[in-house]
């Protein structure tokens, strides 16, 4: 469903703030795969998201979704098969726009854009259904603007909007990560239990090393731009944080120290 390969990417190049963000990143993920992508600040890890999603055009290397090469296509031609959850809630959606309004630009993504707007008796019975899912009772608030929900409201309807038309991969980029803590845990519950229920082949960046190890069938462990770890099956369903520190420290040589990622 997704290949990564070979894939370099340096910013900043020919100055003194060069930085190689991705060295030859290789990753494949096959059909339902839900991996969780880890490690510390600057690792690459958003980086690779980005290159993924079109945001950054890649130095060398290709991108591969559902079988079709996409390394050259920019970010709104890949917008039809991928669907993204960001950090910041106040992304993915449009505040100033109702409820039922987001849920119409998600539902008609892809469609060819026409004067005609007016949402359906029809349609707003389906956005009631959907948004019944969520269990947070917005199926009744469908004329509400967006900007007036909570940070765990909006980013729950953000995740809804981003499966709505089954992408052919979801990307997850921290999105629980400005939420607190008991907000976060809801929606890490709902964003599971959508991906099982879809069937969704997930790439979800986390800065939990608990989340990364319960969530998912495969763990990635990023550092210094490279993939340094990538634990599935049995493995992943014995490891602890412990065991994981310690692989770290086998693979890098080095010391895991982001306290961020160790505090979680």
Request: some cysteine; charged content about 25%.
């Amino acid at each position: 469903m997704l290949a990564v390969n070979g894939v370099f990417k340096t910013f900043n190049r020919g100055t003194v703030n060069e930085k190689m963000a991705l060295h030859n990143v290789n990753l494949h993920l096959k059909e339902g795969d839900f991996v969780t992508l880890i490690g510390g600040n600057g690792t690459g890890k958003s980086t690779l998201l980005n290159c993924i999603a079109g945001v950054h055009e890649v130095d060398a290397g290709s991108i591969i979704i559902d079988g079709r090469d996409v390394t050259k296509l920019p970010e709104h031609k890949r917008a039809g098969i991928l669907g993204r959850v960001f950090q910041d809630p106040m992304e993915g959606t449009a505040a100033n726009m109702w409820l039922e309004e987001n849920m119409a630009l998600a539902f008609r993504r892809g469609q060819k854009r026409t004067l005609k707007w007016g949402i359906s008796g029809k349609e707003r019975e389906l956005y009631r259904t959907l948004l019944s899912r969520l269990e947070l009772g917005l199926e009744n608030r469908l004329n509400v603007k967006v900007g007036m929900l909570s940070g765990g409201q909006r980013q729950a309807v953000t995740l809804l909007m981003a499966i709505l038309k089954r992408p052919k991969l979801l990307l997850l980029d921290e999105h629980t990560a400005a939420l607190d803590p008991k907000t976060a845990v809801k929606v890490l519950a709902l964003t599971d239990k959508f991906i099982r229920q879809e069937k969704l082949t997930t790439l979800m960046v986390t800065h939990n090393m608990r989340d990364a190890i319960r969530f998912g069938n495969r763990l990635v462990m990023m550092h210094e731009g490279r993939i340094l770890l990538d634990i599935e099956g049995e493995a992943k369903q014995k490891l602890t944080v412990e065991d994981l520190l310690q692989r770290f420290g086998q693979a890098s040589g080095a010391e895991f120290a982001h306290d961020r990622v160790l505090l979680s």
